[in-house]
């Protein structure tokens, strides 16, 4: 709902607090920029390989055959709590936005990825599939960085997948702003896990999570992917829901 409120007004104040989100690293532009969701009147999620128009339909079809051997109902590619198009470097490129309310959001995510107990054929191929993408773009964010990294199918799905995914979209010559937003004092959620009082305690929690996958100086670095900016960014915000 905080994204999902985050988005909600007139398209000059959205705009305006997605470009404050990533300064001074981007800029929204209310009069040409679209983005999901679009607040209470279209509350839907993106998905780079399925929503249009952030990727171009011969982008989406690469990108999903790309993390998919087998393309069939059962099988998933990520959502992101917010997508949005915007100038980075003085090209048109995407935010991509994973949000946490409280801590437990983050800390559930250290385990790999979940696999059925008898997989069918095509699952097992998407699952070592994933596994390869994921081992393709951290081989590659370690080269780009000058850092060794360890994204990973079977630890930190969540955080390898979605760095795996940026730099997906990178390679396609599309400048990405990666950010892990944390909503700071979602207090309603205590009941299921610790709220966040400051930006300090949420970035804490984050580079706690992601050190075993890359180095903190990562976070905040804009690498160069063939040429292309790729920015990993944590921010937090405070959204009331009422």
């Known amino acids: 709902m905080r994204c ?18 990533v300064a001074p690293h981007a800029v929204v532009d209310p009069s040409r920029h679209v983005w ?10 993106g998905k780079l390989g399925n929503t249009a128009p952030f990727l171009s339909s011969f982008q989406r079809e690469e990108i999903s055959n790309w993390w998919l051997a087998v393309r069939h109902v059962a099988a ?13 470097g003085g090209r048109e490129g995407l935010i991509l936005v994973e949000a946490k309310a ?8 250290e ?3 979940r696999t059925e107990p008898n997989p069918s054929a095509s699952s097992a191929s998407n699952h070592e599939r994933i596994g390869t993408c994921i081992e393709e773009a951290s081989r590659s964010l370690s080269s780009a960085s000058g850092v060794a990294w360890n994204l990973s ?3 930190h799905y969540q955080l390898s997948n979605r760095f795996a995914w940026s730099w997906k979209v990178t390679t396609m010559g ?3 702003i990666l950010v892990y937003l944390g909503f700071l004092k979602a207090d309603e959620m205590k009941d299921r896990g610790i ?3 400051n930006h300090e305690q949420w970035k804490q929690l984050v580079e706690s999570q992601s050190q075993d996958l890359f180095p903190n100086t990562v976070w905040s670095k804009t690498m160069g992917v063939n040429g292309v900016q790729f920015i990993p960014l944590i921010r937090s915000v405070t959204q009331s829901i009422v």
């Open 174 to 176: 599309i400048p990405v």
């Open 4 to 21: 999902v409120l985050f988005t909600e007004g007139e398209r000059e104040d959205v705009a305006r607090r997605l470009t404050a989100l």
């Open 195 to 197: 709220p966040f009082d």
């Open 153 to 155: 199918r079977d630890s």
């Open 102 to 109: 409280h801590d437990q959001e983050l800390v559930k995510e």
């Open 111 to 113: 385990s790999g990825k």
């Open 76 to 88: 998933n590619t990520p959502n992101w709590d917010i997508i949005s198009q915007a100038t980075i």
């Open 36 to 45: 999901a969701p679009k607040g209470l009147s279209d509350p839907t999620e």
